[in-house]
């Protein structure tokens, strides 16, 4: 994996289970991190339209319609939506459900790495 910036150590795999997230400060911006069954994914916590706290937003399964009345549900957790104005982003690449190709919130890269300390552990990690 290509490095893009500073690795930051932002949780314990343990303490960021399936389905949960975590804000966090690093330098002068506001990350989310979210757990997607198992991967971790990074987004500014600021919506484009206005700036709200985007990751502070109910996260949700993505709906699809293949016609009238025909509907299908993504993976829970795929999909934040923002708490000001409920403009819809996807976790995992931070391009809006809208608009994809213009609209689009910052995504950082997000893995976890194991670090020797006293007893051995996983964190998240968030390179910005």
Not at 37 to 60: I, K, S, T
Not at 64 to 81: K, T
């Given at each position: 994996?290509?490095?893009?910036?500073?690795?930051?150590?932002?949780?314990?795999?343990?303490?960021?289970?399936?389905?949960?997230?975590?804000?966090?400060?690093?330098?002068?911006?506001?990350?989310?991190?979210?757990?997607?069954?198992?991967?971790?994914?990074?987004?500014?916590?600021?919506?484009?339209?206005?700036?709200?706290?985007?990751?502070?937003?109910?996260?949700?399964?993505?709906?699809?319609a293949s016609g009238p009345g025909e509907y299908e549900h993504?993976?829970?957790?795929?999909?934040?939506?923002?708490?000001?104005?409920?403009?819809?982003?996807?976790?995992?690449?931070?391009?809006?459900?809208?608009?994809?190709?213009?609209?689009?919130?910052?995504?950082?890269?997000?893995?976890?790495?194991?670090?020797?300390?006293?007893?051995?552990?996983?964190?998240?990690?968030?390179?910005?």
């Amino acid at each position: 994996m290509a490095s893009t910036g500073t690795r930051h150590r932002v949780a314990r795999v343990r303490d960021l289970p399936p389905g949960e997230r975590v804000i966090v400060q690093i330098g002068s911006r506001s990350i989310g991190v979210f757990n997607v069954d198992g991967e971790f994914f990074a987004l500014r916590n600021a919506c484009p339209h206005q700036g709200g706290p985007l990751c502070e937003g109910q996260v949700l399964a993505a709906i699809r319609a293949s016609g009238p009345g025909e509907y299908e549900h993504g993976r829970p957790g795929d999909i934040v939506r923002c708490p000001w104005h409920a403009w819809e982003f996807d976790v995992r690449t931070g391009r809006s459900w809208f608009d994809p190709e213009r609209t689009r919130v910052r995504s950082y890269p997000a893995h976890v790495e194991t670090f020797p300390v006293s007893v051995e552990d996983d964190y998240v990690v968030v390179e910005a």
